[in-house]
């Protein structure tokens, strides 16, 4: 009898082990990663680059064969226009750099299958088939260490154009079930991404075009666990069907702070990823820098991109939005890089963040105020308030504060016409009595 029990108790035992770890490798999110996405919680923003053939006519990054506006052989003819004769990649990370940008993420390759490095598991590449003729990948990557700005490459999960992946346009399969291609494809797919880790060992792995199969057909855990052997602490975005680290919103801006903790918000400066230059849409830096603010207000990262011409020159248009977005966060710094998520608007009327300890809340003030500022409900005394870049003192008044009542009063800061910044104006509170406490 004691027997079985105990044989009972230690296959018990083993089934819970198993189905624990079971639980933990189909479902990542358990592994928090904390320490291994540090550096990206306080990295704030990320300059993302579409570079690719598609420049050359000017026409949406691979879509636009795949939704058949413009035939195959047409979009390919596109790879003879591709020079990259005026590219300096250290001018690019240094640009990149100026913008404040903590890390980039440059499109290895595309859905279009055109490799910007010399792939040894297929010639459609930047090296074998454009004049550009050379990795375009390498020197960028050592620019961007130099710059000590963190290393990202995009890469897409399908490939359109890979003779063996089942799609190629909307309306054309290549074949329906067939194991032995899809293997076939599988192998290619592991192998150039164990080249890229291999080659230019990056710190994040942003992956695209994970719909189109499922985690089980991409090998995702294994395409996880390649990655991680590789290099323990790199990062892996969202898209790849449940196996990544962080949220990957795109284009649109989160309304309230979402779910996951980590988030990255990648948005176009003007309507296209790559090079269009008829696409003079372009948001403003106001703009830019207003949508930056809401993004860490709710504690995520702004992945922003830019579209290199085929010859490697940055459009003058990006160049100035870079530039620009570069001064103000050089004057902000504090109140951006390493802060978290703000206080909810019901206590200020703005976007806000918080110092790492949570003893400094920073207001940011848009527009230009007819009166004092309002802020709600904080229970902490005020040390000091300051403008953020100058430094400069500014006086406050507390209205409502009822001797017999547990509700704080009403912080009325002055923020006169002189210390307005040309975009946001960014206010300091240093608190006292430790870290921020909002009345409910
Ligand atoms: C989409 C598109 C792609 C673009 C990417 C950037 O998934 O397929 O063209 O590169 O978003 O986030």
Request: proline share 5%; glycine share 8%; with cysteine.
């Amino acid at each position: 009898m004691k027997k079985i029990t105990i044989s009972l108790i230690t296959v018990l035992f083993f089934f819970q082990l198993t189905y624990l770890e079971n639980i933990h490798a189909q479902n990542p999110e358990t592994d928090t990663g904390s320490s291994r996405l540090e550096w990206f919680g306080e990295a704030k923003l990320g300059i993302f680059i579409h570079w690719g053939i598609y420049g050359v006519n000017g026409i949406d990054e691979s879509w636009s064969f795949f939704n058949a506006l413009i035939s195959y052989e047409d979009y390919m003819k596109q790879l003879d226009g591709f020079t990259a004769k005026n590219y300096k990649p250290e001018e690019w990370a240094k640009l990149i750099k100026e913008s404040g940008a903590r890390y980039s993420v440059i499109t290895s390759k595309h859905h279009d299958g055109v490799a910007l490095w010399d792939s040894r598991f297929s010639d459609l590449n930047v090296v074998k088939k454009t004049p550009a003729g050379r990795d375009l990948l390498e020197p960028f990557v050592e620019s961007l260490r130099k710059e000590k700005i963190k290393v990202g490459l995009y890469y897409s999960l399908l490939d359109w154009s890979f003779p063996d992946y089942p799609n190629f346009t909307r309306a054309e399969k290549r074949y329906e079930n067939d194991s032995l291609r899809w293997e076939k494809f599988v192998r290619f797919n592991l192998g150039q991404i164990e080249e890229l880790m291999d080659n230019y060992k990056p710190d994040l792995i942003w992956f695209d075009g994970d719909w189109e199969q499922s985690a089980k057909k991409w090998h995702a855990k294994q395409i996880r666990e390649l990655l991680l052997q590789k290099n323990p602490n790199v990062i892996i975005n969202s898209r790849l069907q449940g196996y990544g680290d962080y949220a990957t919103p795109e284009q649109g801006l989160p309304i309230y702070e979402p779910e996951k903790k980590y988030w990255e918000l990648c948005m176009t400066m003007n309507d296209s990823w790559g090079y269009q230059g008829n696409d003079k849409n372009y948001k403003t830096p106001y703009q830019i820098i207003r949508i930056f603010a809401d993004v860490i207000s709710l504690g995520g990262n702004l992945l922003l991109d830019i579209g290199p011409k085929p010859d490697g020159t940055i459009p003058e248009e990006q160049t100035h939005i870079l530039k620009e977005l570069g001064k103000w966060t050089k004057k902000h710094e504090q109140a951006i890089f390493g802060t978290k998520a703000g206080i909810p608007r019901e206590y200020f009327d703005g976007p806000s963040t918080l110092s790492a300890d949570g003893k400094t809340l920073y207001l940011f003030v848009t527009g230009k105020p007819n009166g004092p500022i309002m802020l709600k409900g904080l229970k902490n005394k005020i040390n000091s308030i300051y403008v953020v870049g100058s430094g400069i003192k500014l006086a406050h008044d507390i209205k409502m504060k009822a001797w017999w009542s547990k509700t704080p009063g009403l912080v009325f800061i002055d923020v006169p016409d002189d210390v307005l910044d040309g975009y946001i104006t960014v206010i300091a509170l240093s608190l006292a009595d430790g870290e921020i406490d909002l009345f409910k």
